[in-house]
């Protein structure tokens, strides 16, 4: 009597489902505890709840802040904050705060 899959679908008119998490974390760097949240959008978005695995499918948008994807598919972890797409999509990497912008590759 629990709630194991659920299942959200945009809108009609393209008004895509839109979804954030937030989660503990620590720096990497300084090892400080912070809060990082990610946000995203898809026409469906499956959850199962047991796995925590969340899918988005159709015009998906996610983003941790840091880095941005877009594409047509996106697995999304719950548990651990990590995502992995096996469809063709597009990774923006955003500088660190403090970060040299006018660092060339």
Known sequence: SRIVHAVA???????????EHRRKV????TNEP???TAQGRAQNIDYDVQSGLMTF???VWFSTGRFEWRGEEWLYNLNDGSGSSTQRSTTTVHPRDGADKNLKP
């Open 9 to 19: 679908s945009g809108q009609p008119n393209g008004e895509p489902v839109r979804f």
């Open 57 to 59: 499918k159709g015009g």
């Open 34 to 36: 912070g809060i990082e």
């Open 26 to 29: 620590r720096d990497k760097q």
